[in-house]
């Protein structure tokens, strides 16, 4: 089991280094150099206006771009200056340091992303108010994915080729292939105070007075505000599980135990929910794997539409304000968030299954 | 198991062809299409599901009206006779892109029939009357034809105010308009935010031009993006996970690592840090689409390959000392692909999706009505004007459910085991 978590780990290393390769790739597609402001190019103008001298310096050294791109390896062309003597350790841990991957490899390491260009906040700074924010969302919705589909799933298995079943199916087939956007548009224009409805607030995560509330009042209005949103979020992946819930169920179903607890005479109840639900709900958690990122893709149209200063708003803002450093730094801790959702629910499934075995789990 | 796109090499080493368990036993049809050919088969059981097919209906539909767009919904006349002249200004206003859609849709029209006809010919016939060569051929070529004509049609602008013959302010003898009579960046300002008339059947946006109009023109953004973001996935999926799967070991784990790598990226976080960097233009949003999403296909078609190494006609077609990119390409290919395909109709509604939610968000080409991009104008007048949101939208749901629609029913009758 040691063995497993490490190798597991390991993987997952390896895929963060190639994630922070990618996210550097995309760095280096700035037109010219990102922080140019030479004669010929102009300043660099940005939505927000010219970016100053000093944070150009600033990004300048963050990502010392006036080095070689991934090993320094002119430093073996160098003679010994009149300094100290370059030995050859030296030399190599020069070629290995000394260059623009590795300086932001090592800035990332220190969580340091540098400063961003609209408000000169630090990045690390603006990304932790919006991660907060944007988690909340996205864990309240996961649990809720869970709690409806399991049921669902549980409903139209048992009720296999019924009126029930087919309903189920099909609403959730229709739901699954919504657009966010219009879902989000629909609920604003039927149920937030558009021309018809005004049950939930459209904008934002509190009301303009919460100030004042007691703290149950503060609780109740931010669960308000989440209902939208939160909902947004959620129908995609409960359509999307509850359809892989009904198939478990179904195989599981087929298994010979479950023949044998039938032919044992145990009522209905008992197969379905002791034998049959609890061997069927297990694969479940490795589809955390699969809607956690489009948790956090969906994020950024729920978030833009609905006014929440969450990860897919702070990218969407950077993205009109050509923002580098908050959109580098957001786009790689986004993948490295749906890297972490895929090794807990890896883990998660070899812990509560104790049948996985250790090359099934590590792909 | 289904074969087709190729030959049936090999493939009678595997597990016999199975009865068909999704035919009904009734009817003739049943034993007439157990022996044909097995595009007839695979159609046979595609059509046993009604919404599939009533789905595969829609989206020719779609694609119709995206191709005769400029019939349907434009401000010039189809035909109109003035003084005794004739004329049909729509066919003088054409533009390079409807130019591209005409042909287009002459190439899939006429393709069939032409593929046919030289099959009916001996010197065609020994060699292609199981292969799709001939379709292929006539495929390429009408393909490079419409390619030709539409990248050579000269851009015409016509200054000609035929608007004041639809309203009433000058007549002709004869006037045919287009059933809508309005075009896709025609704004009348003293006409906006019009609830659904007669006039305009869903509606005006904020700056008065006909939300329908708009929405048949942009189907074509639509549907350019599904195919062409598709086909890079295809590409790239194919490639890396035909190596992968073929080759296994150092070459596999280093592919699965790099597909790893690019499923970690969210779509819409990769879209949005890639395009801050690049001009807003319709092309980078389908190559960026390709790029982010072929992990699936590369994934399913590795899977595939690693099942397929084992079997005994690949070991026979080494052992015949083929090279490996023929035992790839002919030989394990067309038995893998089934899956593909089931994947790549699904991938076509998720390419539909992000792209509209990209136009949504206000990014992407300018300019060119898109379903995403109408949608969006929602946002200053829900409190107004339910219909910009309801019918852009509409839209993009219809497209996107045929398009799953069509995956379930391709699934079921290539009776491959995936989820969408």
Same mark, same amino acid.
């Given at each position: 089991?040691?063995?497993?978590?490490?190798?597991?780990?390991?993987?997952?290393?390896?895929?963060?280094?190639?994630?922070?390769?990618?996210?550097?790739?995309?760095?280096?597609?700035?037109?010219?150099?990102?922080?140019?402001?030479?004669?010929?190019?102009?300043?660099?103008?940005?939505?927000?206006?010219?970016?100053?001298?000093?944070?150009?310096?600033?990004?300048?050294?963050?990502?010392?771009?006036?080095?070689?791109?991934?090993?320094?390896?002119?430093?073996?062309?160098?003679?010994?200056?009149?300094?100290?003597?370059?030995?050859?350790?030296?030399?190599?841990?020069?070629?290995?340091?000394?260059?623009?991957?590795?300086?932001?490899?090592?800035?990332?390491?220190?969580?340091?992303?540098?400063?961003?260009?609209?408000?000169?906040?630090?990045?690390?700074?603006?990304?932790?108010?919006?991660?907060?924010?944007?988690?909340?969302?996205?864990?309240?919705?996961?649990?809720?994915?869970?709690?409806?589909?399991?049921?669902?799933?549980?409903?139209?298995?048992?009720?296999?080729?019924?009126?029930?079943?087919?309903?189920?199916?099909?609403?959730?087939?229709?739901?699954?292939?919504?657009?966010?956007?219009?879902?989000?548009?629909?609920?604003?224009?039927?149920?937030?105070?558009?021309?018809?409805?005004?049950?939930?607030?459209?904008?934002?995560?509190?009301?303009?007075?919460?100030?004042?509330?007691?703290?149950?009042?503060?609780?109740?209005?931010?669960?308000?505000?989440?209902?939208?949103?939160?909902?947004?979020?959620?129908?995609?992946?409960?359509?999307?599980?509850?359809?892989?819930?009904?198939?478990?169920?179904?195989?599981?179903?087929?298994?010979?135990?479950?023949?044998?607890?039938?032919?044992?005479?145990?009522?209905?109840?008992?197969?379905?929910?002791?034998?049959?639900?609890?061997?069927?709900?297990?694969?479940?958690?490795?589809?955390?794997?699969?809607?956690?990122?489009?948790?956090?893709?969906?994020?950024?149209?729920?978030?833009?539409?609905?006014?929440?200063?969450?990860?897919?708003?702070?990218?969407?803002?950077?993205?009109?304000?050509?923002?580098?450093?908050?959109?580098?730094?957001?786009?790689?801790?986004?993948?490295?968030?749906?890297?972490?959702?895929?090794?807990?629910?890896?883990?998660?499934?070899?812990?509560?299954?104790?049948?996985?075995?250790?090359?099934?789990?590590?792909? | 198991?289904?074969?087709?796109?190729?030959?049936?090499?090999?493939?009678?080493? /595997?597990?016999?062809?199975?009865?068909?368990?999704?035919?009904?036993?009734?009817?003739?049809?049943?034993?007439?299409?157990?022996?044909?050919?097995?595009?007839?088969?695979?159609?046979?059981?595609?059509?046993?599901?009604?919404?599939?097919?009533?789905?595969?209906?829609?989206?020719?539909?779609?694609?119709?009206?995206?191709?005769?767009?400029?019939?349907?919904?434009?401000?010039?006349?189809?035909?109109?006779?003035?003084?005794? /002249?004739?004329?049909?200004?729509?066919?003088?206003?054409?533009?390079?892109?409807?130019?591209?859609?005409?042909?287009?849709?002459?190439?899939?029209?006429?393709?069939?029939?032409?593929?046919?006809?030289?099959?009916?010919?001996?010197?065609?016939?020994?060699?292609?009357?199981?292969?799709?060569?001939?379709?292929?051929?006539?495929?390429?070529?009408?393909?490079?034809?419409?390619?030709?004509?539409?990248?050579?049609?000269?851009?015409?602008?016509?200054?000609?105010?035929?608007?004041?013959?639809?309203?009433?302010?000058?007549?002709?003898?004869?006037?045919?308009?287009?059933?809508?009579?309005?075009?896709?960046?025609?704004?009348?300002?003293?006409?906006?935010?019009?609830?659904?008339?007669?006039?305009?059947?869903?509606?005006?946006?904020?700056?008065?031009?006909?939300?329908?109009?708009?929405?048949?023109?942009?189907? /074509?953004?639509?549907?350019?993006?599904?195919?062409?973001?598709?086909?890079?996935?295809?590409?790239?999926?194919?490639?890396?996970?035909?190596?992968?799967?073929?080759?296994?070991?150092?070459?596999?784990?280093?592919?699965?690592?790099?597909?790893?790598?690019?499923?970690?990226?969210?779509?819409?976080?990769?879209?949005?840090?890639?395009?801050?960097?690049?001009?807003?233009?319709?092309?980078?949003?389908?190559?960026?689409?390709?790029?982010?999403?072929?992990?699936?296909?590369?994934?399913?078609?590795?899977?595939?390959?690693?099942?397929?190494?084992?079997?005994?006609?690949?070991?026979?077609?080494?052992?015949?000392?083929?090279?490996?990119?023929?035992?790839?390409?002919?030989?394990?290919?067309?038995?893998?692909?089934?899956?593909?395909?089931?994947?790549?109709?699904?991938?076509?509604?998720?390419?539909?999706?992000?792209?509209?939610?990209?136009?949504?968000?206000?990014?992407?080409?300018?300019?060119?009505?898109?379903?995403?991009?109408?949608?969006?104008?929602?946002?200053?007048?829900?409190?107004?004007?339910?219909?910009?949101?309801?019918?852009?939208?509409?839209?993009?749901?219809?497209?996107?459910?045929?398009?799953?629609?069509?995956?379930?029913?391709?699934?079921?009758?290539?009776?491959? /085991?995936?989820?969408?």
């Amino acid at each position: 089991m040691l063995v497993f978590i490490l190798k597991r780990l390991l993987y997952a290393l390896v895929t963060l280094f190639g994630i922070t390769l990618i996210t550097f790739c995309i760095i280096q597609l700035a037109p010219g150099d990102p922080t140019d402001s030479s004669e010929e190019q102009g300043p660099v103008v940005t939505f927000s206006g010219t970016v100053s001298a000093e944070i150009q310096e600033q990004t300048r050294r963050l990502y010392g771009l006036d080095k070689p791109l991934l090993l320094n390896l002119d430093v073996w062309r160098q003679t010994p200056g009149a300094g100290e003597p370059i030995g050859f350790w030296n030399r190599l841990g020069v070629m290995f340091t000394d260059a623009q991957y590795p300086r932001w490899l090592g800035h990332i390491v220190r969580w340091d992303f540098g400063e961003s260009f609209q408000d000169h906040r630090p990045v690390s700074q603006k990304i932790w108010e919006a991660l907060r924010i944007s988690l909340v969302l996205q864990i309240v919705a996961l649990v809720l994915i869970y709690a409806i589909a399991i049921p669902l799933g549980v409903l139209a298995a048992v009720k296999q080729g019924t009126f029930w079943d087919r309903g189920v199916t099909i609403v959730l087939f229709m739901i699954y292939s919504l657009p966010v956007f219009w879902v989000a548009t629909l609920l604003i224009v039927f149920l937030g105070g558009g021309e018809f409805l005004n049950l939930f607030p459209p904008q934002g995560l509190i009301s303009p007075g919460a100030e004042a509330m007691t703290w149950i009042g503060r609780l109740l209005d931010r669960l308000w505000h989440l209902v939208l949103p939160v909902a947004c979020l959620t129908y995609g992946g409960l359509a999307y599980l509850s359809r892989y819930m009904r198939s478990g169920m179904l195989e599981v179903v087929r298994q010979d135990y479950i023949r044998t607890a039938r032919a044992k005479g145990l009522s209905e109840w008992t197969i379905t929910y002791k034998h049959a639900f609890r061997n069927a709900v297990f694969p479940l958690i490795t589809h955390v794997a699969h809607i956690f990122p489009g948790l956090i893709g969906g994020s950024v149209i729920v978030e833009t539409i609905f006014n929440i200063p969450g990860m897919g708003r702070l990218i969407y803002d950077s993205f009109l304000a050509r923002d580098y450093p908050v959109i580098m730094a957001v786009s790689f801790l986004s993948a490295a968030l749906v890297l972490l959702g895929m090794i807990v629910s890896d883990l998660l499934y070899m812990v509560v299954d104790p049948r996985v075995s250790l090359d099934r789990g590590a792909r | 198991m289904i074969w087709f796109g190729g030959r049936r090499k090999g493939a009678r080493d /595997r597990d016999p062809p199975k009865s068909d368990p999704a035919a009904p036993a009734s009817g003739a049809s049943v034993p007439r299409h157990a022996g044909g050919r097995r595009s007839d088969r695979l159609w046979f059981r595609f059509r046993q599901r009604r919404l599939a097919l009533a789905s595969l209906v829609i989206l020719a539909l779609l694609l119709l009206a995206a191709a005769l767009a400029p019939f349907l919904a434009g401000n010039r006349p189809l035909v109109i006779v003035v003084e005794g /002249r004739l004329t049909f200004p729509v066919l003088q206003a054409l533009t390079r892109d409807d130019v591209f859609w005409l042909a287009g849709l002459g190439t899939l029209l006429v393709a069939w029939p032409v593929s046919r006809l030289l099959r009916s010919f001996r010197a065609f016939g020994r060699k292609t009357r199981r292969s799709p060569r001939a379709t292929a051929i006539v495929l390429a070529v009408l393909t490079l034809a419409t390619l030709a004509i539409g990248l050579t049609w000269p851009e015409r602008l016509m200054h000609d105010n035929y608007l004041e013959y639809r309203d009433g302010l000058r007549s002709a003898e004869f006037c045919l308009f287009p059933i809508l009579p309005y075009g896709p960046n025609e704004l009348q300002l003293h006409n906006t935010l019009q609830p659904p008339s007669l006039d305009h059947w869903f509606g005006t946006d904020r700056e008065g031009a006909d939300i329908l109009s708009r929405m048949i023109h942009g189907t /074509r953004i639509s549907f350019i993006v599904a195919f062409t973001a598709v086909a890079i996935c295809l590409v790239i999926g194919l490639a890396l996970g035909c190596v992968a799967g073929y080759f296994g070991g150092a070459v596999d784990s280093c592919i699965s690592r790099l597909i790893e790598v690019v499923t970690c990226f969210p779509v819409f976080f990769a879209v949005l840090a890639v395009l801050s960097f690049l001009p807003p233009s319709i092309f980078w949003v389908m190559l960026l689409i390709g790029l982010v999403r072929w992990p699936s296909v590369a994934r399913l078609t590795r899977a595939e390959f690693l099942k397929l190494r084992e079997s005994s006609f690949v070991l026979a077609a080494k052992a015949l000392g083929l090279p490996a990119w023929r035992i790839m390409a002919r030989h394990m290919l067309p038995n893998a692909l089934a899956p593909i395909i089931v994947a790549a109709t699904f991938g076509m509604a998720g390419a539909i999706l992000v792209e509209s939610g990209l136009s949504f968000l206000g990014i992407g080409p300018i300019g060119q009505p898109s379903w995403g991009r109408l949608l969006s104008e929602f946002r200053a007048y829900f409190e107004v004007a339910w219909w910009l949101s309801v019918f852009p939208g509409a839209a993009i749901f219809v497209t996107v459910t045929a398009f799953n629609l069509i995956g379930e029913g391709l699934r079921d009758a290539l009776d491959v /085991r995936i989820q969408s």
